[in-house]
Each structure stands twice: as C-alpha cells, then as structure tokens.
C-alpha cells in the first residue's frame, strides 16, 4: 500500500483494516515528511477562523465534487496528482478534504438512531 494522502486520511480516520494500518503505520514511521503531514492535517483541522476554499471551476481542487470524486477514489488518475498538489500546497483545501474525509467516516460508520415518534410520523 503506497502512502498517499487518501491512505493517509484513512489511517488517520481508523478506515485500515488492522494489517493495512500496521503497514501504513510503519511506513509512516519511517517518513519523516509523512510524519510531517500528518502534524499538519491534524493542526489544519482543528485551526480556528480557517476559510473555506474559494469556489472553483469544475474540476478544481475547490469544487465540491472533485473533491467528492477525490474521496471515493473515483477522481480520473489525470487530475490526482493535480488535486493532491492543490491540497498539499493550501491548508485551506488540505482542511477541507481531511474534515470532508472525517466526517463521512463518521457518518458512514455510525447507525443512524431515528427517534420512535418520527419512524412512526413517517
């Protein structure tokens, strides 16, 4: 498994399996600029007043979608490189995709609790 920023977020976001995350693991061990990166995504993420990125042209690292496409690893390989430079280069976007990544891990990994009365209303 190669270390880039999406398994990097995975790793960060406990998504690995147990043996991927070992891997993962012990290559970051031994990457100094991964290490470094992962410093950086926590300190992005929970820095206050931090903007959102600037709207974008389809296709760039500020629209939504791509970023979407990014996280679902349906992002074309021609514009991967493109995006991930954009998100390494801004804390601005490298906060947005590692809170988006966050956020659908948790969502997607939690039960949805629907109160009793609103099952019932539905």
Same mark, same amino acid.
């Given at each position: *498994?190669?270390?880039?920023?999406?398994?990097?977020?995975?790793?960060?976001?406990?998504?690995?399996?147990?043996?991927?995350?070992?891997?993962?693991?012990?290559?970051?061990?031994?990457?100094?600029?991964?290490?470094?990166?992962?410093?950086?995504?926590?300190?992005?993420?929970?820095?206050?007043?931090?903007?959102?990125?600037?709207?974008?042209?389809?296709?760039?690292?500020?629209?939504?979608?791509?970023?979407?496409?990014?996280?679902?690893?349906?992002?074309?390989?021609?514009?991967?490189?493109?995006?991930?430079?954009?998100?390494?280069?801004?804390?601005?976007?490298?906060?947005?995709?590692?809170?988006?990544?966050?956020?659908?891990?948790?969502?997607?990994?939690?039960?949805?609790?629907?109160?009793? *009365?609103?099952?019932?209303? *539905?």
């Amino acid at each position: *498994m190669r270390l880039t920023l999406r398994t990097l977020l995975a790793y960060l976001d406990d998504t690995l399996s147990p043996a991927k995350a070992r891997e993962i693991g012990l290559k970051v061990a031994e990457n100094p600029q991964a290490q470094e990166l992962i410093d950086r995504i926590k300190r992005v993420t929970r820095r206050r007043g931090l903007a959102t990125p600037p709207a974008g042209t389809e296709g760039s690292a500020s629209d939504p979608n791509t970023v979407a496409e990014y996280l679902s690893d349906t992002l074309p390989a021609d514009q991967l490189a493109q995006f991930e430079a954009a998100c390494l280069e801004s804390d601005v976007h490298l906060a947005e995709v590692a809170a988006c990544h966050q956020i659908l891990t948790l969502v997607l990994s939690e039960q949805v609790r629907v109160p009793p *009365m609103a099952r019932k209303r *539905m």
